[in-house]
């Protein structure tokens, strides 16, 4: 009787959860795989909503938690809490004994849990690599992620070029799609009113679904570009309602969340939210009339609704996109600009260029399919023939 092969996700916000959800779902449905989780970062912080209740909620079981996050958001304290993540993720290792780790993005986090399991020798499947974002240093991190991984699953034909071009085995990249766009498919959204009920919101003639994060590698704050932002949303007038959702523990994150508090404070048309969940945040995306702000979500999942998307500044410069994205920089005469063309755009023949939705069960199968993971620990750098490709 062959032995179940465990798999080991992780993840350490509700950005990647969504993404990971019906990942995780299929991995627990294949036969032969047994499915073992660790949360950490923002999924244990009670600031960022302690969003591991929602994973417990949804029936999932956490074998591990990774606490890493310190209270500082400067760029020493994300330092320190990455070398609190090493250590963290070697000791829940040790203990789980993945046959695999599964991981997704570029968050250091995630760098965290692969430093430790590169050096453990445990095999590394990672989703989303390839993607290109030049404003933020997750750029290096996803990149890196790739060179210590084994198994790549990639959202896009010219992600998975670029995974080959870093001399990774063309037979382990797997173009999948996002699986970000599973949950569209199979999600039950809210209707208008149970939505605003929730989010005690009243929508407006014409609303918004704001989400920033700070731009790590520009030259202008994360203060000075989201203020910007704020000048550009107080242009439109109160009869334009606004959701906006906190950013991720990032570097100077906490700025944005206190100047994001200020600004809903004295506007009634206007609300901010630690942490919308995936069925709130989808079905709030699905209502609006557009998505501002620097957030991958604005790519990813926004097309699938057929909305338009704002997209500020250079956090995602780089990054494939449908031809519902408007580029803008971080100045308030120019954002105001990008959304009010947004508002007029028709949207109905977008299409996303980030797949079909079955994603999840891609990368199970591909999983599957692995019958000996240690056998993929050493690698071999594969040259690309610059005369032909």
Request: hydrophobic share 45%; aromatic share 6%; net charge negative.
């Amino acid at each position: 009787m062959t032995a179940m092969r465990k798999i080991c996700v992780v993840t350490g916000s509700r950005a990647d959860y969504g993404l990971l959800y019906w990942v995780m779902r299929e991995i627990a449905a294949t036969s032969g795989l047994q499915l073992q989780i660790v949360a950490t970062g923002m999924h244990l912080s009670a600031q960022f909503g302690s969003t591991y209740r929602a994973i417990e909620a949804d029936g999932f079981r956490i074998d591990a938690k990774v606490d890493m996050l310190l209270a500082s958001d400067t760029a020493i304290g994300v330092g320190k809490s990455i070398g609190l993540g090493v250590i963290g993720f070697a000791d829940a290792l040790d203990r789980l004994q993945p046959d695999m780790l599964l991981v997704l993005g570029d968050r250091y986090e995630i760098l965290a849990a692969a430093q430790a399991a590169l050096i453990a020798r445990i095999p590394i499947a990672h989703i989303a690599g390839g993607d290109v974002t030049e404003g933020a240093f997750d750029e290096a991190i996803r990149h890196s992620i790739t060179k210590m991984a084994h198994v790549h699953f990639v959202t896009n034909a010219d992600a998975a070029r670029r995974v080959r071009q870093l001399g990774e085995n063309p037979a382990h990249i797997h173009n999948v799609g996002s699986p970000g766009l599973d949950y569209i498919k199979r999600v039950s959204l809210l209707e208008r009113a149970a939505l605003e009920a929730a989010l005690d919101f009243r929508f407006q003639k014409q609303n918004l679904l704001v989400t920033f994060h700070p731009a790590t590698l520009e030259k202008q704050s994360a203060a000075a570009q989201f203020e910007e932002l704020l000048t550009a949303l107080d242009a439109l007038g109160p009869e334009v309602g606004i959701l906006m959702t906190k950013p991720n523990a990032d570097t100077d994150g906490q700025i944005i969340i206190d100047l994001m508090d200020r600004y809903v404070k004295d506007r009634p048309f206007a609300r901010a939210y630690t942490s919308l969940g995936q069925v709130r945040y989808l079905s709030a995306m699905a209502l609006v009339d557009g998505v501002v702000g620097n957030s991958s979500s604005g790519l990813y999942e926004a097309p699938s609704f057929r909305k338009p998307t704002v997209n500020i500044g250079d956090r995602q410069k780089g990054r494939l996109q449908a031809s519902s994205v408007v580029n803008c920089e971080p100045v308030a005469a120019e954002i105001e600009a990008a959304i009010r063309r947004a508002l007029t755009m028709d949207c109905a023949q977008t299409v996303n260029p980030y797949g079909d939705g079955e994603s999840a069960a891609r990368i199970a199968k591909a999983i599957s399919a692995v019958r000996e993971p240690a056998a993929l620990l050493k690698k071999h750098f594969f040259e690309l023939n610059i005369d032909h490709e």
